[in-house]
């Protein structure tokens, strides 16, 4: 009876000091979210603000006392309304998401306008993707805070292949590439063509190419070299795609989305974010399509890249840095928030760590169930970094007026990009 009687205060003793411990956790928890409080402001486009307001949602369930104002800002409107705000003192968003390409720029044109999140990036880098902490960062201070990456790959339509009589594994260059349109147009008698180019907006191609030859406008130390012995193959074999019919021109995404639907191209060699676009603009056409690596230059040469990620910036007008932080930090790193932002965004994290989920490695349906994320996330981890620089958007303006000359007027290449090169 005496030891029944034991067992049973110990039961008890221990049961409340775990109620205390709990209660004490609770507290701590409690007290430390409700020490967090106030408005921020976030500017971001349609896509990304719709990201953010589902990682918002989670973020307030921890910080009540916070208010989060989204603002839908194209990212074509940034430049000018970060100008206004900074030239008026006023009117600035606390945090806001910018494409990579254009940290560096807007750093340049104001010098004092972005705080330095040196203190939130430097403990994680290791953590995020080395190609996304070289792009954030300038002369060792980071001032963006990685947020997703586009890794480039090769989306095709595997029953126009079939029908052509070509065998994706059998593309291993650009040259094969080539070779497979050439084959892919004629077998459809012209209706089919390889892939679609907006040449008179975009440049996407020849950076994704630029950055597969471990290149861009500039090199590592941020000097032109755009008529580099790389730049010129990259814009050759283009060029090459134009002069043999392989190029459906399209003008901006609508049309894009058009010509996937009416069977007018058969690849896509574009970033993943793809993917997102293929599954809902075009969803009659589940299961005919595949996944591959891009071709190389050469035979077992590089067939990686990535371009066109975003990251956050936080303003130095910010008159709540510490919130602003706290949630750039928490939509970047939360790994239930990553989760649900890749699910219904397709949106692949910078943030390492969530490449060991489990949601990477399941088929998705759409591919006809091909594990198409494993790719993406191998493509992602292997690609190297773009140095930008302040001159990337003037440039970049120069280099599509340029390939659209090389295209539509039939310019010598060599002299195009030599002057470009002066320029």
């Known amino acids: 009876m005496k030891v029944k009687k034991l067992i049973y205060i110990i039961i008890v003793t221990i049961t409340i000091l775990a109620m205390i411990a709990c209660d004490k956790k609770y507290n701590v928890t409690k007290?430390?979210?409700?020490?967090?409080?106030?408005?921020?402001?976030?500017?971001?486009n349609k896509d990304n603000l719709s990201y953010l307001k589902l990682t918002g949602e989670s973020f307030k369930k921890l910080y009540p006392k916070v208010e989060i104002e989204y603002v839908n800002v194209d990212k074509d409107k940034l430049l000018d309304k970060m100008t206004s705000g900074f030239t008026a003192?006023?009117?600035?968003?606390?945090?806001?998401?910018?494409?990579?390409?254009?940290?560096?720029?807007?750093?340049?044109?104001?010098?004092?306008?972005?705080?330095?999140?040196?203190?939130?990036v430097s403990p994680l880098k290791s953590k995020f993707l080395n190609s996304k902490i070289l792009q954030?960062?300038?002369?060792?201070?980071?001032?963006?805070?990685?947020?997703?990456?586009?890794?480039?790959a090769v989306?095709?339509?595997?029953?126009?292949?079939?029908?052509?009589?070509?065998?994706?594994?059998?593309?291993?260059?650009?040259?094969?590439?080539?070779?497979?349109?050439?084959?892919?147009?004629?077998?459809?008698?012209?209706?089919?063509?390889?892939?679609?180019?907006?040449?008179?907006?975009?440049?996407?191609?020849?950076?994704?190419?630029?950055?597969?030859?471990?290149?861009?406008?500039?090199?590592?130390?941020?000097?032109?070299?755009?008529?580099?012995?790389?730049?010129?193959?990259?814009?050759?074999?283009?060029?090459?795609m134009n002069e043999e019919g392989l190029i459906y021109k399209v003008d901006g995404l609508p049309a894009i989305k058009a010509a996937i639907n009416n069977g007018a191209v058969a690849t896509l060699p574009y970033g993943s974010l793809l993917a997102r676009v293929l599954t809902e603009s075009a969803?009659?056409?589940?299961?005919?399509?595949?996944?591959?690596?891009?071709?190389?230059?050469?035979?077992?040469?590089?067939?990686?890249a990535a371009v066109d990620g975003?990251?956050?910036?936080?303003?130095?007008?910010?008159?709540?840095?510490?919130?602003?932080?706290?949630?750039?930090?928490?939509a970047m790193t939360d790994s239930a928030s990553l989760e649900e932002g890749f699910n219904k965004y397709g949106t692949l994290p910078a943030y390492t760590p969530f490449y060991e989920s489990a949601i990477l490695d399941k088929g998705v349906p759409f591919f006809d169930n091909q594990k198409i994320w494993l790719l993406f996330k191998g493509i992602a981890k292997d690609s190297s970094t773009t140095n930008y620089t302040e001159n990337f958007s003037e440039t970049n303006v120069k280099v599509i007026k340029a390939q659209a000359d090389i295209f539509n007027n039939h310019v010598d290449i060599q002299s195009t990009m030599d002057a470009l090169q002066k320029d």
Request: hydrophobic share 35%; with cysteine; aromatic share 10%.
């Open 31 to 44: 007290s430390k979210n409700e020490d967090l409080s106030g408005k921020i402001i976030v500017w971001s």
């Open 89 to 120: 003192s006023s009117g600035l968003p606390d945090l806001f998401s910018i494409k990579d390409d254009s940290i560096n720029m807007y750093v340049n044109e104001f010098p004092e306008g972005f705080l330095d999140v040196s203190s939130t």
């Open 136 to 152: 954030c960062s300038i002369e060792g201070k980071f001032f963006a805070i990685p947020w997703d990456t586009n890794p480039t």
């Open 155 to 240: 989306f095709y339509r595997k029953d126009i292949f079939t029908k052509a009589n070509v065998f994706p594994e059998d593309i291993k260059t650009w040259k094969d590439y080539i070779e497979a349109g050439k084959t892919i147009v004629t077998n459809t008698a012209g209706v089919t063509k390889m892939l679609p180019l907006d040449e008179k907006k975009e440049d996407i191609l020849f950076r994704e190419m630029l950055n597969q030859l471990n290149t861009g406008y500039f090199d590592e130390d941020g000097k032109n070299v755009l008529n580099s012995e790389n730049s010129i193959k990259a814009m050759e074999m283009i060029s090459k």
């Open 283 to 304: 969803a009659g056409q589940a299961g005919k399509w595949g996944v591959m690596k891009l071709p190389a230059f050469e035979p077992g040469g590089n067939n990686v």
């Open 310 to 330: 975003t990251s956050i910036m936080i303003t130095k007008t910010s008159k709540n840095t510490k919130v602003a932080l706290k949630f750039a930090e928490f």
